[in-house]
């Protein structure tokens, strides 16, 4: 799939923009391209480049209107209405996402919860209602259901591609360590936090590695 921003700066756009939600916070009311670029470890060139692919320049003798920037991105990164989130599998994983999620005045919202648990189903968990997964193609339908967080068991993530297909599903964020493969149509990012962990770790090696050979 071509997308007319790449997928980093994409990335990197959203980063900004809880920087500068903080800044705002903190009273800062401008900031520059060099501070953005330290802040985030890459170039004030690279901040630079970024916002003028979408189409942003106003860099002042005081720097970046803060307030601005943060509306500018918005209206690259967000819809014009809030999507509705499924969280499909609420164990520990499921409900931290929820937790972290729920509350940030994103234009992105959990609304509802699925897994196979007794305990669970039919209970409300952090103010979201926890449906069977036998109902989750009505409910995704019911609920307008755009995106799915996948945070089951692994072994189960496969048994669920199926159902996110029929539902009617957009986008897919994947948190099991079983890559998800999805049509042509279906954005998916598939978050292996394990494989994520065993690289920062390699390089924590190679690192010492280093400082012991040196």
Known sequence: ?????????????????????????????????????????????QVRRDLMLIGF????????DVKVLIDFIGRI??????????????????????KYFNGKGLKLRITAAFDVDPAKVGHTIDGICCYHMDRFEEMAEELDISI????????????????????????VL????????????????????????EKVAYFVKESEDNVQGS
């Open 1 to 45: 799939m071509e997308h007319a921003i790449p997928e980093k700066t994409i990335e990197r756009l959203s980063e900004y923009r809880r920087t500068l939600r903080s800044c705002l916070r903190q009273g800062i009311t401008h900031i520059f391209s060099h501070v953005l670029a330290g802040i985030h470890g890459i170039t004030a060139v």
């Open 57 to 64: 320049s106003s860099d002042t003798k005081k720097g970046y």
């Open 77 to 98: 990164l967000d819809s014009a209405e809030p999507m509705n989130i499924a969280v499909l599998g609420m164990g520990h994983l499921g409900q931290a996402i929820t």
């Open 148 to 171: 799915v967080i996948v945070s089951s068991p692994t072994s189960v993530a496969p048994q669920l591609v199926l159902p996110i297909i029929n539902a009617g599903i957009r986008g």
């Open 174 to 197: 994947n948190f099991t360590s079983t890559p998800l493969n999805f049509p042509q149509g279906i954005v998916v990012e598939n978050y292996d936090i394990t494989t994520l962990l």
